[in-house]
């Protein structure tokens, strides 16, 4: 004997709302750009290595 199952989606269905903070994504994101901009200004200006001389950029 075939079992019929009987699913229906709409019936299931609710709307739903939801708050969501975007300026905590906002934060977040200075927040790495900073951390990137201090990384890149101390990899850039690093002191040289004694005994040894970097070429200049030209």
Do not use: D, I, N, Y
């Not at 019929?4 to 790495?32: I, M, P, Y």
């Not at 690093?46 to 040894?52: D, L, N, T």
């Amino acid at each position: 004997m075939p079992v019929t199952v009987r699913f229906c989606l709409a019936c299931r269905a609710a709307l739903q709302h939801r708050k969501t903070e975007v300026s905590v994504w906002f934060a977040l994101a200075g927040a790495l750009l900073v951390l990137a901009a201090v990384a890149l200004a101390q990899w850039w200006s690093r002191a040289e290595r004694p005994g040894g001389r970097r070429q200049p950029v030209v």
